[in-house]
C-alpha cells in the first residue's frame, strides 16, 4: 500500500544523481545551470543528491568510456527501484562523433537502459527542462520521425515493415 | 485524559514537522530569487521515500535498526513535552535529564548507523558529527539546568516555561544571546550543517541509506529541528496562555513558524564553517553558557 | 556590526525578488543564429552525398536502394548540430533550425528519411554511382551498414569486456614497411 502511494508522488518529487561518464563537461555545465535561480528546476520539486542510493534520477551525461563502463553501472545498481535514466547530450544519446573510437562504448545505452534522451551538443539549458517536463507529462513530445519523398513508387525493392509503416510520421510529398 | 494529549503531542509533531522543514526551503528559494519548491514538498519527499526500495547495503543488523532507533528517539521527545503548556501523562513522571537522555540517543542513534555504513565518507560524517553532538549537547543542558533552578525542580512541566512566572533575570538574557547563536546549530542548517547534508563529503552520515530508512531518519531529523524551535519558544517567549488546549497550541505552532523562518533566513544567507571554527565558536558559546548558569544558581 | 551586513545582505538580496523563468509554459525562443536540429528541404536536395561526407559523426548515410532512387537518412541519435552539412550543401537544402525541443524517449523520432527520384544516364541507363569501392577510401565510410535501412547497426571497433581476438589483432600488426628497409 504504501508503495502505490509512493508510486503516485513519484513525479513529485524527483531526486537527481548526476553521472558524468566521460564527457567534455559541456552538458555538466548546462546541468548545473538548470539548478539556478534563472531556470530553476527545484520548482517541480527536483533536487540535486550526492549519493546515488538516495536519487530516483541518474542524469548521464558523457560517452561512456571503457573505465568508467563498469563504475556507471554500479551507480545504476546503487540507485533504489524505481529509477529513471536519462541520457544528456548527444554523446549519452549516440556516442556523439566518438562513438566509434579505440576508448568509447558508444553511448549511455550501452551502459544502463536509458529512458528518455536529450539530444543536443550540448544541450540548451531549456532543452533538459524540456525533457524533464516530458518525463513528468507535463508537455508533449514534440520531435517525430520526418519522411520526405520526391515521387512514390510501389516498389517492393525497398518493402518497408508494418511497424516502420505505422509510425508517427511527418510525411511530405513532392507536388508537380 | 492525559493519555489523549501523548498522542496528540505525536500527531502533532508528526503533521507539522514537514510543512516548517517547507517553510524553511521556500524562504531559502525565494532570498535566492528563485520560485522554490511548493510548501508540501516535503510531505512528496517522505511519501516517495518511504515507499521506495529498501537495501540493506551494509548487510548487518545495526544499519537496519538505526534509523528506527532515532525515529523512536524523536517521537518519544515529542511525546514528553508540554505542548501548549499541558503537562500530559508522561509529562508528569519524567523530568529533565531524561529528556537530555533521549535527545542524545537520537544523536547516537545516527552515529551508529553512519558508522555501520563501513563507507569511509559516512566515517567522515560520524567523526564530524560526533564532535559536533559533544559541544552542543552542554549548551542544551544548561538551557534546561537554567530553566530548572529558575522553577525550582527538575520536573518537566516547570523546567520548560520558567520564565512566565520568575520573570527575565540577566541570566535569561544571556541564556536567551547563546541559546540563538548555537541555535543553527542544534537545528543542522549553515552555518553549522557540518555534519550532514553537506556536498563536500556526500551527504555525510546518510550516505549508504536509501528509500524507507533514509525517510525515517529525514523524519527524525525534521522533528528535532521542530523540538528544538518548540525548545526556544517555551523556554524564552512568555507567550500568553489563554488555556483553552487547540489555541495554545496553535499560539505555541506559529511561535514555532517565526523561529523557523529566523533559522532559514540565516541559513540562507550564511556560508559553511570548518569543523575546527565551529568547535572553537562552541567552546565561546558553552563557556558563556556556563556563566548564565552560575548566575541563575546565584539568583539573578 | 556582522549584524547589520547581514542585513543589508538580505535586503540587497530580496531587490531583484523572483527571476524564475516560466519556461515549459511559456514558450522562450532560442537566440539569433542559433542551431538547432538541420532540416532537410526534399525540393532542393540533389542526392550529391556533400553532407554525408561531411558528417563528424557520420550520422547521415545516402544510398542508392535501386536504380532511380536514392535515400538520404539523417539518423539524430550522434548528431552534433554542427552545421557542417549546412554549410558545405551546394544546393542550399539543408537549414539549421531553431528547433531544440527534441527530448523523446525513443531514438527514431530524431530522425529524417528523404527519398530522391534521380535520373539515369542516356547512354548506359545507370544513375550516377555512388558506391565507392577502393579500401582506403571504405575505410572513412564506418558508420552504417550498407545492405539494410532499417538495421541501422553501428560498426564497432572496441569490446565491453577483454576480447584476446582484438588482442591478437593488435598484436599482430605489423606497420607498412618502407621500400628498402
Redesign the interface.
Known amino acids: 500500500m504504501l508503495a502505490k502511494l509512493s508510486k503516485k508522488f513519484f513525479p513529485k518529487s524527483l531526486w537527481v544523481y548526476h553521472c558524468n561518464s566521460g564527457a567534455c563537461n559541456g552538458c555538466d555545465i548546462e546541468i548545473l545551470n538548470v539548478l539556478t535561480p534563472y531556470y530553476d528546476v527545484e520548482r517541480f520539486g527536483i533536487r540535486l543528491v550526492g549519493s546515488p542510493r538516495h536519487a530516483d534520477v541518474m542524469l548521464l551525461s558523457g560517452s561512456v568510456t571503457r573505465p568508467t563502463l563498469p563504475l556507471v553501472r554500479r551507480a545504476h545498481a546503487a540507485i533504489p527501484a524505481p529509477k529513471i535514466v536519462f541520457g544528456i547530450g548527444s554523446c549519452a544519446v549516440g556516442g556523439g562523433c566518438w562513438f566509434d573510437t579505440y576508448n568509447v562504448t558508444g553511448g549511455g545505452a550501452q551502459a544502463v537502459p536509458v529512458d528518455f534522451y536529450v539530444p543536443g551538443c550540448p544541450p540548451r539549458p531549456e532543452a533538459i527542462i524540456y525533457g524533464v517536463a516530458l518525463a513528468l507529462g507535463l508537455v508533449d513530445k514534440k520531435a517525430a520521425p520526418v519522411e520526405l519523398k520526391q515521387v512514390e513508387f510501389p516498389i517492393d525493392a525497398y518493402e518497408r515493415s508494418k511497424a516502420w509503416e505505422d509510425r508517427n510520421v511527418i510525411y511530405q510529398l513532392l507536388k508537380d | 485524559m492525559d493519555i489523549v494529549y501523548v498522542f496528540v503531542n505525536v500527531a502533532v509533531f508528526l503533521l507539522f514537522a514537514p510543512l516548517f522543514q517547507g517553510v524553511t526551503r521556500k524562504i531559502t528559494?525565494?532570498?535566492?530569487?528563485?520560485?522554490?519548491?511548493?510548501l508540501l514538498?516535503p510531505y512528496?519527499?517522505l511519501?516517495?521515500?518511504?515507499?521506495?526500495?529498501?537495501?540493506n547495503?551494509a548487510r548487518n543488523w545495526a544499519f537496519s535498526l538505526a534509523p528506527l532507533g532515532a525515529f523512536a528517539a524523536v517521537l518519544t521527545v515529542a511525546a514528553m513535552i508540554p505542548l501548549g503548556g499541558k503537562a500530559n501523562f508522561l509529562t508528569q513522571r519524567t523530568d529533565v535529564i531524561s529528556l537530555i537522555y533521549m535527545l542524545v540517543l537520537g544523536g547516537v542513534c545516527v552515529l551508529l548507523g553512519a558508522l555501520a555504513s563501513r563507507n569511509t565518507f559516512a566515517l567522515i560524517g560520524a567523526s564530524r558529527e560526533m564532535a559536533t553532538m559533544i559541544m552542543i549537547e552542554p549548551i542544551l543542558a544548561m538551557t534546561l539546568i537554567l530553566g530548572a533552578v529558575k522553577s525550582g525542580g527538575l520536573k518537566l512541566s516547570s523546567a520548560m516555561a520558567p520564565l512566565g512566572s520568575a520573570g527575565y533575570g540577566i541570566a535569561a538574557v544571556l541564556m536567551l544571546a547563546v541559546y540563538l547563536l548555537a541555535l543553527q546549530a542544534f537545528v543542522g542548517r549553515q552555518p553549522f550543517d557540518i555534519a550532514e547534508a553537506e556536498?563536500e563529503i556526500?551527504?555525510g552520515p546518510?550516505?549508504?541509506?536509501?528509500?524507507a530508512f533514509?525517510g525515517l531518519f529525514k523524519y527524525a531529523m525534521m522533528m528535532k529541528q521542530m523540538f528544538y524551535a518548540f525548545l526556544f519558544v517555551s523556554v524564552f517567549m512568555p507567550l500568553p496562555a489563554t488555556g483553552f488546549g487547540p489555541a495554545d497550541i496553535l499560539i505555541q505552532l506559529l511561535g514555532i513558524l517565526v523561529v523557523f523562518v529566523l533559522i532559514a533566513?540565516?541559513g540562507a544567507?550564511?556560508p559553511r564553517f570548518r569543523i575546527d571554527q565551529a568547535v572553537k565558536f562552541y567552546a565561546g558559546l558553552i563557556a558563556a553558557a556556563l556563566v548564565a548558569a552560575v548566575l541563575a544558581v546565584k539568583g539573578f | 556590526m556582522w549584524l547589520m551586513s547581514k542585513i543589508k545582505q538580505v535586503l540587497l538580496v530580496l531587490k531583484p525578488g523572483v527571476v524564475t523563468l516560466k519556461y515549459p509554459f511559456e514558450p522562450r525562443p532560442a537566440p539569433k543564429d542559433f542551431r538547432g536540429a538541420p532540416a532537410w528541404d526534399h525540393t532542393k536536395c540533389v542526392g550529391c552525398g556533400g553532407c554525408a561526407d561531411h558528417c563528424p559523426a557520420r550520422t547521415i548515410m545516402v544510398r542508392d536502394i535501386c536504380q532511380d532512387i536514392r535515400v538520404l537518412l539523417y539518423d539524430g541519435s550522434r548528431c552534433m548540430y554542427c552545421g557542417r552539412c549546412a554549410d558545405v550543401c551546394p544546393e542550399d537544402a539543408i537549414a539549421m533550425t531553431e528547433q531544440f525541443e527534441l527530448a523523446t524517449n525513443d531514438r527514431e523520432d530524431i530522425t529524417q528519411n528523404l527519398e530522391l527520384f534521380m535520373l539515369t544516364c542516356r547512354r548506359c541507363g545507370r544513375c550516377y554511382d555512388m558506391e565507392i569501392t577502393n579500401l582506403i577510401d571504405r575505410l572513412d565510410l564506418k558508420g552504417f551498414r550498407y545492405d539494410s535501412l532499417q538495421a541501422r547497426t553501428v560498426l564497432r571497433r572496441t569490446s565491453e569486456q577483454f576480447e584476446p581476438r582484438i588482442l591478437r589483432d593488435t598484436e599482430s600488426f605489423k606497420r607498412p614497411q618502407k621500400l628498402g628497409e
Open positions: 528559494a525565494k532570498i535566492q530569487s528563485r520560485q522554490g519548491p511548493p514538498q512528496f519527499d511519501i516517495k521515500l518511504l515507499g521506495k526500495e529498501r537495501m547495503s556536498v556526500l551527504e546518510f550516505i549508504e541509506y536509501s528509500g533514509y533566513i540565516i544567507t550564511n
